[in-house]
T-cell receptor, first 118, second 115 residues
Framework: ETGVTQTPRHLVMGMTNKKSLKCEQH?????MYWYKQSAKKPLELMFV???????ENNSVPSRFSPECPNSSHLFLHLHTLQPEDSALYLC?????????????????FGPGTRLTVL | AQSVSQHNHHVILSEAASLELGCNYS??????LFWYVQYPGQHLQLLLK??????LVKGIKGFEAEFIKSKFSFNLRKPSVQWSDTAEYFC?????????????FGTGTRLLVSP
């Protein structure tokens, strides 16, 4: 049973819709991540939040807007998406080292949201 | 930019065959290395990881991987596969320069083990 949950598991939306993906971690971690998994491409890191601050934005288009209201919750707000944005969106969490300290703790992944943009 | 190469996209084996999945990365500094597995219909989960010390790392379910620094490689091995090992396997690298993990993944290898 994963400690990271994602809702919804499947989402179909039109290009003019606005929707949000939700991620919740029950592991007491202080870092959360959004990844995009497309067919035949490596998992792409989209955003990283460490201690509720966004520390990484991997050149993601502005139609994707993350939000991290607290250390347990992470959202990905979607608006005016394109068909090529259809993919599996994965959330993960880990325990990051403080003040830049290293950690070898693994990332725990959620089951993902399968997004289809029509 | 850092990248991770997994040479085999699809591998088909019979039960009891030996497995080796290749992984090479391009990053000149110190790294953490991971193998993740995704069983059909399940989420990504950690198989094993290398942080420091013995370059031969043992993971769950009889898997092991060897870090060869001179070859920038972290190949995954299992002496005898089972039908239940059918899954997709991902190699990932984390350059050791941040407090949080910034994993760079390979494209994955789909393993099918026939009974």
């Amino acid at each position: 049973e994963t400690g990271v949950t994602q809702t919804p598991r499947h989402l179909v939306m039109g290009m003019t819709n606005k929707k949000s993906l939700k991620c919740e971690q029950h592991l007491g971690h202080n870092a959360m991540y959004w990844y995009k998994q497309s067919a035949k491409k490596p998992l792409e890191l989209m955003f990283v939040y460490s201690l509720e601050e966004r520390v990484e934005n991997n050149s993601v288009p502005s139609r994707f807007s993350p939000e991290c209201p607290n250390s347990s919750h992470l959202f990905l707000h979607l608006h005016t998406l394109q068909p090529e944005d259809s993919a599996l969106y994965l959330c993960a969490s880990s325990q990051a080292g403080l003040a830049g300290g290293r950690t070898d703790n693994e990332q725990f992944f959620g089951p993902g949201t399968r997004l289809t943009v029509l | 930019a850092q990248s991770v190469s997994q040479h085999n996209h699809h591998v088909i084996l019979s039960e009891a065959a030996s497995l080796e999945l290749g992984c090479n990365y391009s990053y000149g500094g110190t790294v953490n290395l991971f193998w993740y597995v995704q069983y059909p219909g399940q989420h990504l989960q950690l198989l094993l990881k290398y942080f420091s010390g013995d370059p031969l790392v043992k993971g769950i379910k009889g898997f092991e991987a060897e870090f060869i620094k001179s070859k920038f490689s972290f190949n995954l091995r299992k002496p005898s596969v089972q039908w239940s090992d059918t899954a997709e396997y991902f190699c990932a690298v984390n350059p050791m320069n941040t407090g949080f993990q910034k994993l760079v993944f390979g494209t994955g290898t789909r393993l099918l083990v026939s009974p």
